[in-house]
């Protein structure tokens, strides 16, 4: 059984696929790009920064793979591996914090906001199944 927010559902005359969480994983791997090039440019910080490009960009990818799984199982396991990515990417961005303290106020609404929303519907998706 797929979870509700990974259905189609109608609006109007008009049927659209929303798909909250690939919308949701969408825009934080654009500003997960923006962090990792104002990392790399403006604070020459290249370690971090790849770090929290590869984890902040794999939970898209994931979430992508998870929705033509081959079975619930494999939509759980791809889910749960998301999960790890979201985790990984809060604790890179924490890393980021602690190394550049200047940083913190635009590193703090991303954790704060996005990864905790993601953290959310993807363990909403993995104890509805």
């Avoid at 979201?86 to 609404?109: K, M, V, W, Y």
Wanted: proline residues 2%.
């Amino acid at each position: 059984m797929i979870p509700a927010y990974l259905k189609t559902q109608q609006h109007n005359t008009h049927t659209m696929k929303e798909n909250i969480l690939k919308r949701k994983s969408y825009q934080f791997a654009i500003r997960i790009v923006r962090l990792s090039q104002y990392l790399q440019q403006e604070r020459k910080e290249f370690v971090l920064s790849k770090q929290i490009l590869r984890s902040g960009t794999a939970i898209g990818a994931l979430i992508r793979e998870a929705e033509y799984g081959q079975s619930i199982p494999d939509f759980i396991h791809k889910l749960n591996i998301a999960l790890k990515e979201t985790n990984a990417s809060q604790c890179t961005i924490n890393n980021e914090q602690f190394t550049i303290g200047s940083f913190r106020l635009n590193a703090d609404r991303i954790t704060d906001k996005t990864i905790n929303a993601h953290k959310h519907l993807l363990l909403h998706g993995l104890h509805t199944q």
